[in-house]
């Protein structure tokens, strides 16, 4: 069976169903200002075949990527039905290609693959301006 994505604008909060990861609702992991900067969108579908693996996995890519050089942040967000954005921040293009092509970072997407997920799309921009607001 073929799942199909529906492309929506993401509204912290506003999507029913959305679990919490280790008491988060959603993580953000950033530096500075967005403008220049190179986002990978991921946006996935997982399924519910093996979730700690899956989690130790994500962990350990997240801190991975965090020591790459031109790293510069992470936004994620799953809902409970196993849909997923994730986007990393990279200084350049040449910075998100090179965590495209980590060799360790190339297993474990090989690995999501095979077990983890029923589909995924990545698409690579350029942020032109940025905003980001908290309350208190």
């Keep these: 069976m073929q799942r199909q994505f529906k492309r929506r604008g993401f509204v ?9 990861d280790r008491k988060r609702l959603f993580t953000v992991r950033m530096e500075g200002e967005r403008a220049g900067q190179i986002a990978v969108i991921f946006v996935s ?10 989690a130790a996995a994500a962990e350990a890519m997240e801190a991975l990527a965090a020591q790459q ?6 936004t994620s967000v799953r ?24 060799p360790d970072h190339a297993r474990i997407r090989d690995a999501g693959r095979g077990r983890w997920y029923d589909a995924y799309e990545v698409a690579v921009a350029e942020v032109s301006r ?3 607001w908290r309350r208190g």
């Design 12 to 20: 912290p909060g506003a999507i029913p169903g959305l679990r919490r």
């Design 45 to 54: 579908q997982r399924n519910a075949d093996d979730d700690a693996g899956y």
């Design 69 to 74: 050089p031109g790293y510069r942040g992470i």
């Design 79 to 102: 809902e409970a039905g196993g849909a997923g954005i994730t986007i990393s921040y990279w200084a350049d293009h040449a910075s998100a290609r090179a965590w495209r092509d980590h």
């Design 130 to 132: 940025s905003y980001y």
